[in-house]
């Protein structure tokens, strides 16, 4: 297999082949993600992705489960993802399930056709970054979308059949009631645009950020691990999405919480609530364990 630079994934696509179709993110200005900072966005030349995918044919034989790389796969012209994803079926007769991230405005730049065709094609697997339902943070963090255009992105994902994961991040607001109003906002983001499933990430600074050198600069304090977890409770509690799995298992997570709405909203709760009444650092995962 053939990568250039450093290749992110979901943790819930460990299992699938990393395709790398474009280079980079197309937005790449968040003010919290330093994953793509050392590449300039482009999209790879279709024979070059082919070959690859003849290479992991002749390596791995057949494949049930693909991952488009970098960082926003959609942005790449309709008809050559279709292509792209015509070539997958052909070269894996088990293929059931491709997935990729999605950014805000190349979502909202196709047409519902051509997301309808890019599902009819064999895109299965949406990762949005929403991040906060909080207008002014969305300006903060230099998402490049507002809040109506993220949940436009989101709905019009499910109205084409993609399932959608909605990625949120803990913590975003830093500390202080912010973070209260940063949570209630995130979950009436979700409750409007009903994600099959809802990513909860804690906010880690990268170096080279601009939220890392607000933190070194004073300008930002970080929640602590039992504030973050009260934020999670916050979110939890303001959620009503039928049948939405909640994802809290991230490694950056200080407490694992798993579940499915509205069934285990109480069960994740309890758990939640036994570990603010005792507030004993064992019961929740180091800075080591977290793998930061």
Same mark, same amino acid.
């Given at each position: 297999?053939?990568?250039? @630079? ?7 696509? &460990?299992?699938?082949? *990393?395709? =790398?179709?474009? %280079?980079?993110? #197309? ?116 998402? @490049? ?7 436009? &992105?989101?709905?019009? *994902?499910? =109205?084409?059949? %993609?399932?959608? #994961? ?127």
């Amino acid at each position: 297999m053939r990568y250039e @630079g450093n290749i992110f994934r979901p943790f819930s696509e &460990a299992n699938s082949y *990393l395709l =790398q179709c474009t %280079i980079g993110c #197309s937005h790449n200005a968040c003010a919290f993600c330093g994953m793509y900072k050392d590449k300039k966005y482009r999209v790879r030349n279709i024979n070059e992705i082919k070959a690859d995918i003849r290479m992991a044919k002749d390596h791995f034989g057949d494949l049930e489960k693909v991952f488009l790389c970098d960082g926003d796969a959609i942005a790449i012209d309709t008809g050559m993802l279709c292509e792209i994803l015509h070539e997958l079926k052909r070269s894996f007769p088990s293929l059931r399930h491709v997935g990729s991230y999605v950014g805000p405005a190349s979502t909202s730049g196709k047409t519902m056709d051509e997301l309808i065709m890019l599902r009819s094609a064999g895109l299965t697997k949406a990762y949005l970054g929403v991040e906060t339902g909080d207008e002014r943070l969305l300006r903060e963090i230099k998402k @490049g979308a507002t809040y109506s255009e993220l949940l436009a &992105a989101g709905r019009n *994902l499910i =109205q084409a059949g %993609i399932n959608l #994961s909605s990625m949120v991040l803990l913590g975003l607001a830093g500390r202080g009631p912010r973070s209260i109003e940063h949570a209630v906002a995130t979950a009436k983001i979700t409750n409007e645009m009903k994600p099959q499933y809802l990513a909860a990430l804690t906010v880690t600074p990268v170096s080279g950020t601009i939220l890392y050198r607000r933190v070194q600069n004073g300008e930002f304090t970080l929640l602590d691990p039992f504030e973050t977890i009260e934020e999670m409770k916050t979110l939890i509690e303001n959620l009503n999405v039928n049948s939405m799995k909640f994802v809290g298992i991230h490694a950056s997570n200080y407490l694992p919480i798993n579940g499915t709405f509205p069934n285990d909203r109480a069960k994740m709760l309890a758990a939640i609530d036994a570990v603010l009444s005792s507030r004993d650092p064992s019961l929740i995962r180091s800075d080591y364990m977290r793998g930061l």
